[in-house]
Each structure stands twice: as structure tokens, then as C-alpha cells.
């Protein structure tokens, strides 16, 4: 019998729903602007944090004991484990899942080895995924558990290591492609340094620039037709993660010729580590056209590390969501909860309370986002505030026909400009209206 056995399929029951196991707001059909609101969200359950952390940290031991955690490392227990998520995605009324290679399965002692157990599994999960209706919002490799990848993957001093990476990296993203998958997911996690006395950071650059090249050349090659993304993170595990932030990858995109090809999967507690807010990573991606699927899950304002925990900013996550609609949306991306439990969150039923929270904070924050889009106060504003710029000298200005002297004369002919309000506390409190 099934570990989440007792547990129920989590429902929509509405506002006054006082039942901790059912949803407030999340109604997957629900018509937002023309669009179900599952095709606006596309929530994704994370295979790693649910079903492969023991509950363990640096200082003890795994907590949570779930039935499949510590049995022999083959391929039945890992189809157990399988059934197992498969049981509790459908519980929670998620409809995607993403998943790491070892996640599904251990991938042995070889490079060999490794692709048969992937391939071993991907079968098991095509058969799951084609009874259940689930589907995969993103696959990636491990690149950054194995002792191998201590210097790093694509970064690594040892072109072996380089190749290695490459062979897990093709692996995946064969397996993403026949399961459907919407996007492939590149987390740099060992691509950066601890200490700049043994790198050369110019050189570990160069070789992460051609390796997001071999996997764009591979996509095409294969005929993937979903998105390739970095998911950027300024730091940990290693001192400095070359995948700062979006900025810094952008930049880097653009160095090595990969704009177009490759976007961005921001994840908020991300953001908030590289000392920006989440809105701000969305902002700046979706500016320049990168945004391509989110990690929703939140660090500890106290602490200065990833907690992964399940969101419960209301107002952050509206404002996200308000700028995503205005913007168009999502295309291939989707929400996933890269977030785990508490530690001492040992019960089934802990699981489905933080995805049943999770998905429902999202669904209110879209919720909430379609009224602001349809009061259009906060827009309107916005674009009164730049409206010099679409007229006039401003448009001139930005389609280079004005130079320096041009300006000066213009300015000089005219009454000095007067300070105008940004009035933040209206806006502020406009906001406050929707939440
Ligand atoms: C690490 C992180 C990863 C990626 C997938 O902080 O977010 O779990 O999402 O490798
Ligand atoms: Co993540």
C-alpha cells in the first residue's frame, strides 16, 4: 500500500474553505483573462526535495524515514520510488514534475552504466506519465553531487571531468525530449570557485560558454522543441557561482553568442541571496525578453542561505504575477516548487500541506494580478510617468538624431525642468487594494 495512501486528493472547496487539505483558490480551469489558470501557472512538483532528501543537514541525520528511502539501489526501488511520486503528484493536483538524472535513479559506476539505468527508468515514467495524464515541466542532470565535479562540471580544470559532464548532460536531455518535457534546466552548481588563488576564471568561462553551445547544438540536433535555461544563483555551494544573476547571465549569453537559444529559470530565493528582490530578477529577465520558468520557492529573511522553502509572500508573488501577465506570460515554463519540508515535517500529510500551500498562494496571486491588470491604475501610471519619451524630443533622443550640442541648445532654449512625484505611497497603497 502506498506510503500517501490515507492521504486525499486535494479539492477546490473555495474562500471559506476552513479544510487545510483543500484549495482556497486554485481551480485549474478557471478562466484568468481569457486563459485557464493551469495554463498560465503550469506548477510543477520537484522529484529531489519530496522524494530523495532524507530530511538530513549538516548536523544530523535524515528525519523523515520514508519507506523507499535506504533500500538497495536498483531498479525495482527505484520504480517503487517512482509509484510513490507518482501516488503523491496526484494528491496534490499538480499536473507537472521535474526531475535531476540520480533522482530517478543511481546511475552506477560508469558512464555506461548510467544511461541504461536512466533509460531503465525513463520507460517506467513514459508508462506513468501516459496513464496519469502528468506531465514533465523540466529535466537536468546532477552535475554537481559526485565527488568528480568537486571543481566543477563544464568548469573543471580536467577536460575528463568536462566530457563526463557531457555524457550526463546528452543523456538527459535525450530523456527530457522523449518524455515530452518543456524545457531543459542547467543549474550551475559547481561552476564557480572557491578561491581565485587556483582559477583562472577567464578560461572556466570560456569552457561554460562552449558547453551551453554542445547543448543548444545538441537540442537542435535531436529536434527538443523545448527551452534551454540557466537557473542563475550567486553562490553556494561554491564561494562565487558564475550564474550570479540575471544580469550575469545575460552578459555571458550574450559573450558567447547564445542569446535566442538559451533563457532564464529565476528562482526567488535566488534572487534575494545575489541581494536583489525577486520581482526584480522577473523584472530585468522578462525586459530582455529571457524569462523562461521560475523556481518558486523562498530563502529565511535571517538567513543567508537556500532553505527552499514553499512561498508565502502574498504581495511579492501578486507583483510577479502582475508583471507576467502584462508581459504575455509563459511560454514553455511553468512554477515549480523547488521546496522542501522542514526537518521536523516528518508526516505524509506535511508534504501535501506545503504543495496545497504552495499552488494556493499562486492561484490568489494570479487572482490578484488579473484585478490589477483590469483596474489598469498601476499601468496607466507607469506609462504617464515615461509619456516624454514617446513624443517629441524623447523619441528623437532615443532614435539617435539628437547630439550632444542638439540637447544642450534644446535645453538651454527651455524652462529648467521642475521635480515631479514618483508617489510611491499611492502606489503602495494602490497594491494593497489587490492583496
Ligand atoms: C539549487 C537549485 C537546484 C536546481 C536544479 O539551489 O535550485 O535544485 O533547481 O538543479
Ligand atoms: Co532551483
Known amino acids: 500500500m502506498s506510503y500517501f495512501a490515507d492521504l486525499p486528493v486535494a479539492q477546490f472547496e473555495g474562500p471559506d474553505s476552513r479544510n487545510p487539505l483543500a484549495f482556497r483558490y486554485y481551480q485549474p480551469e478557471r478562466l484568468v483573462l481569457g486563459k485557464p489558470m493551469v495554463e498560465h501557472l503550469r506548477p510543477s512538483v520537484c ?8 530530511g538530513s543537514d549538516v548536523f544530523g541525520a535524515g528525519t523523515f524515514n520514508r519507506p523507499w528511502h535506504g533500500l538497495p539501489e536498483t531498479l525495482e526501488s527505484a520504480k517503487g520510488k517512482a509509484d510513490e511520486a507518482f501516488t503523491f503528484f496526484e494528491k496534490t493536483g499538480i499536473p507537472y514534475f521535474a526531475f535531476h538524472d540520480v533522482d530517478a535513479i543511481s546511475l552506477g559506476t560508469s558512464l555506461r552504466e548510467g544511461w541504461s539505468n536512466l533509460d531503465a527508468i525513463a520507460d517506467y515514467f513514459a508508462g506513468k506519465m501516459e496513464k496519469t495524464g502528468l506531465k514533465l515541466l523540466w529535466g537536468t542532470a546532477n552535475l554537481f553531487s559526485h565527488p568528480r565535479y568537486q571543481a566543477g562540471a563544464a568548469t573543471n580544470p580536467d577536460p575528463a571531468v568536462f566530457a563526463y559532464a557531457a555524457g550526463q548532460v546528452r543523456a538527459m536531455l535525450d530523456v527530457t525530449h522523449r518524455l515530452g518535457g518543456g524545457n531543459y534546466v542547467l543549474w550551475g552548481g559547481r561552476e564557480g570557485y572557491d578561491t581565485l588563488l587556483n582559477t583562472d576564471m577567464r578560461q572556466e568561462l570560456d569552457q561554460l560558454g562552449r558547453f551551453l553551445t554542445l547543448v543548444v547544438e545538441h537540442k537542435h540536433k535531436i529536434g527538443f522543441k523545448g527551452t534551454i535555461l540557466l537557473e542563475p544563483k550567486p553562490c553556494e555551494p561554491t564561494k562565487h557561482q558564475y550564474d550570479f544573476d540575471s544580469a550575469t547571465v545575460h552578459a555571458f549569453l550574450a559573450n558567447y553568442g547564445l542569446l535566442g537559444e538559451v533563457k532564464l529559470n529565476i528562482e526567488v530565493n535566488h534572487a534575494t541571496l545575489a541581494g536583489h528582490s525577486f520581482e526584480h530578477e522577473i523584472a530585468y529577465a522578462l525586459g530582455h525578453n529571457l524569462l523562461g520558468s521560475i523556481d518558486l520557492n523562498r530563502g529565511d529573511p535571517q538567513n543567508g542561505w537556500d532553505t527552499d522553502q514553499f512561498p508565502a509572500d502574498l504581495q511579492e508573488t501578486t507583483l510577479v504575477l502582475y508583471r507576467l501577465l502584462q508581459a504575455g506570460g509563459l511560454e514553455t515554463g511553468g512554477f ?3 521546496a522542501k519540508v522542514r526537518r521536523q515535517s516528518i508526516d505524509a500529510v506535511d508534504m501535501l500541506h506545503g504543495h496545497i500551500g504552495g499552488v494556493d498562494l499562486l492561484a490568489r496571486a494570479l487572482l490578484n494580478a488579473e ?11 507607469v506609462q504617464s510617468r515615461y509619456a516624454g519619451w514617446k513624443q517629441g524630443m524623447g523619441t528623437d533622443v532615443l532614435a539617435g538624431k539628437l547630439s550632444l550640442n542638439d540637447l544642450a541648445d534644446i535645453a538651454a532654449q527651455t524652462p529648467a525642468p521642475q521635480p515631479i512625484s514618483g508617489r510611491q505611497e499611492m502606489l503602495e497603497n494602490l497594491v494593497q487594494r489587490f492583496v
Not at 484585478?371 to 501610471?381: K, P, T, V
Open 47 to 54: 522529484y529531489w526535495h519530496s522524494f530523495c532528501w532524507p
Open 336 to 338: 515549480n516548487f523547488d
Open 371 to 381: 484585478q490589477m491588470i483590469l483596474d489598469g491604475q498601476l499601468a496607466a501610471f
